[in-house]
């Protein structure tokens, strides 16, 4: 007999097992250590209340992880993780699984539901389209190595300001309908910041970076998760391109990556790639669907 509790009724010991089970044999392997998996939570806002869990019996054999965050009044729901374990699989379990989920977040008067899905994971994209999801993008992951071309002219012409990306939420310089992991709530909690190129007190261009760097040593690394930039205004793309070139340590021989990093944002990506951005193996779709009309 199939039933359903939240993951607060699990244990962190049953918890964690039934994540790395349900992940078991995925396209990308999602084990993690019992400490990491519970961390994850806090880092990337998930609820255990809001999160489902299926049963047989007594046995948990699928789950969905869900959290809730609200933008300019608006809930928006994110779907951190859906997986059932191998012996349950190809019982068309998963429609009835993402279903309770969903009526879980309607009871929590959500406006969006959104997630991301593997672009080569075409079965859980079909099961995901079924229910009333519609992809609206495509996700990159671009990587960069070593000395980048640094433009002193164009980092000259705009007064450049590093915030902490905590100061950036809900301040509208980024979309609020973004994939998760992007946005500033989240990455503030690993050290993300923002920054932003502005002339005459208006703000031109920014982007959301997190650096990998110790105190007193140069920088290892740094991921690009948002760009935006004014197109109305005449030096918006150059404003774009001085934000870029200085989150990203052009001038440092570093490791560079983009997270689900959208495709609309089109006047980024040929830039990123005109300076030795190139495609990796992995990219995602971005995944939404409308609750509360």
């Known amino acids: 007999m199939i039933t359903f509790k939240t993951m607060e009724h ?18 990308i392997p999602m084990k993690m250590p019992m400490d990491t998996f519970i961390a994850r939570f806090g880092n990337d806002n998930l609820s255990a209340a809001l999160s489902v869990v299926m049963f047989d019996e007594d046995k948990p054999i699928g789950f969905v992880l869900q959290g809730i965050r609200e933008v300019n009044g608006e809930k928006i729901a994110w779907n951190g993780g859906t997986g059932i374990v191998p012996e349950y699989r190809g019982k068309k379990l998963g429609t009835i699984l993402m279903e309770k989920a969903l009526e879980l977040l309607k009871q929590q008067q959500v406006d969006i539901a959104t997630l991301e899905a593997l672009s080569i994971n075409e079965p859980a994209i079909r099961l995901y389209e079924k229910i009333g999801y519609k992809v609206i993008d495509t996700l990159h992951f671009l990587e960069a190595e070593g000395l980048l071309s640094f433009d002193e002219q164009l980092a000259s012409e705009f007064e450049l300001k590093r915030i902490p990306a905590l100061q950036a939420i809900n301040a509208n310089i980024f979309p609020s309908l973004v994939p998760w992991q992007v946005d500033p709530s989240i990455a503030p909690r690993t050290g993300g910041e923002v920054i932003i190129a502005m002339k005459d007190s208006e703000v031109l261009a920014a982007c959301l970076v997190r650096t990998k760097q110790q105190f007193g040593n140069d920088a290892e690394g740094v991921t690009l998760f948002q760009a935006f930039t004014n197109n109305e205004h005449t030096d918006g793309m150059r404003a774009l391109q001085a934000v870029l070139q200085e989150g990203l340590h052009f001038n440092h021989s570093i490791k560079r990556t983009t997270y689900n990093f959208e495709d609309k944002m089109k006047n980024v990506i040929p830039f990123l ?11 995602q779709v971005f995944m939404t669907k409308q609750l509360m009309e």
């Not at 699990?10 to 396209?27: M, N, P, V």
């Not at 790639?273 to 990219?283: A, E, L, Q, R």
């Open 10 to 27: 699990l244990t962190f010991k049953e918890a964690h097992e039934l994540f790395t089970s349900g992940f078991e044999g995925y396209f």
């Open 273 to 283: 790639k005109s300076n030795g951005f190139k495609n990796t193996d992995i990219s």
